[in-house]
């Protein structure tokens, strides 16, 4: 479905949502926040905060996702959030941000045309308590790559915004069934993605790439918080960055 339906949409959602906190005086500058479980919105900073919990990552050597919903990708990923991906991508609309579209490939007749992840670049960092101080991280400090033993790249996330999908007759924003919050590599309905050409699954070239590092993340049912603000986008991606580091 097309990215303006999509935002009509999800504008119709957050005004319903708003209807039902409680009214502000005619002097407040900005309307009241919509309710949004989970999610903790600075407009003015330009801050989403997501409440997360650490989980056992079942498949450590394979992760294609850094944070999933409940009862979705949990064994390939290390992080669960409870907030609704729709809620998450009304929460970075609200501090200005805009979507993009998930990775897909269309058909040419036989020929395959790619169509990377577009979208809005978002830092994203982890906030937890260690050692009884908060401290503040780049969420890259978590995810290694298994063959170079380096790091994830950056921090640097797209807000592709997931998609909406008929079901029933009703559009349904497809993140909130499948559970995509942060990947690593593309399912084609995450709500944010990296900037990578590899897909999810056995054939997609990217499970076996990404693995949890075992030095930085604290023990599982650790509670952290997962802060998105806006950032610059060098328009390299995970594989040119790669390729960088290799010469």
């Given at each position: 479905?097309?990215s303006?339906?999509?935002?009509?949409?999800?504008?119709?959602?957050?005004?319903?949502?708003?209807?039902?906190?409680?009214s502000?005086?005619?002097?407040?500058?900005?309307?009241?926040?919509?309710?949004?479980?989970?999610?903790?919105?600075?407009?003015?900073?330009?801050?989403?905060?997501?409440?997360?919990?650490?989980?056992?990552?079942?498949?450590?050597?394979?992760?294609?996702?850094?944070?999933c919903?409940?009862?979705?990708?949990?064994?390939?990923?290390?992080?669960?959030?409870?907030?609704k991906?729709?809620?998450?991508?009304?929460?970075?609309?609200?501090?200005?941000?805009?979507?993009?579209?998930?990775?897909?490939?269309?058909?040419?007749?036989?020929?395959?045309?790619?169509h990377?992840?577009?979208?809005?670049?978002v830092?994203?960092?982890?906030?937890?308590?260690?050692?009884?101080?908060?401290?503040?991280?780049?969420?890259?400090?978590?995810?290694?790559?298994?063959?170079?033993?380096?790091?994830?790249?950056?921090?640097?996330?797209?807000?592709?915004?997931?998609?909406?999908?008929?079901?029933?007759g009703?559009?349904?924003?497809?993140?909130?069934?499948?559970?995509?919050?942060l990947?690593?590599?593309?399912?084609?309905?995450?709500?944010?993605?990296?900037?990578?050409?590899?897909?999810?699954?056995q054939?997609?070239?990217?499970?076996?790439?990404?693995?949890?590092?075992?030095?930085g993340?604290?023990?599982?049912?650790?509670?952290?918080?997962?802060?998105?603000?806006?950032?610059?986008?060098?328009?390299?991606?995970?594989?040119?960055?790669?390729?960088?580091?290799?010469?």
């Amino acid at each position: 479905m097309h990215s303006s339906v999509s935002l009509r949409i999800l504008t119709a959602m957050l005004l319903v949502v708003s209807a039902s906190t409680s009214s502000v005086s005619a002097q407040q500058k900005d309307p009241p926040l919509p309710a949004l479980p989970g999610i903790s919105v600075d407009r003015e900073k330009k801050i989403v905060d997501l409440e997360g919990v650490i989980i056992p990552a079942l498949q450590p050597d394979w992760l294609e996702l850094l944070a999933c919903m409940p009862k979705s990708r949990e064994h390939e990923a290390i992080i669960r959030i409870a907030a609704k991906p729709s809620h998450i991508h009304t929460s970075l609309m609200l501090i200005g941000l805009k979507a993009g579209t998930p990775a897909r490939v269309e058909f040419k007749g036989e020929e395959p045309i790619y169509h990377p992840p577009k979208g809005d670049p978002v830092a994203v960092w982890i906030i937890y308590e260690k050692d009884g101080k908060e401290v503040t991280i780049p969420a890259s400090d978590w995810i290694v790559n298994q063959k170079t033993k380096e790091n994830l790249p950056d921090n640097i996330w797209l807000f592709t915004g997931s998609r909406l999908v008929e079901i029933d007759g009703k559009p349904v924003y497809i993140a909130d069934v499948e559970g995509n919050i942060l990947s690593l590599v593309n399912f084609g309905d995450e709500v944010l993605a990296r900037k990578t050409k590899m897909r999810g699954g056995q054939g997609g070239g990217g499970g076996d790439t990404w693995g949890a590092n075992p030095k930085g993340i604290p023990k599982n049912g650790t509670k952290i918080t997962v802060r998105l603000t806006p950032a610059k986008d060098d328009g390299k991606g995970d594989e040119g960055k790669e390729k960088e580091k290799a010469n």
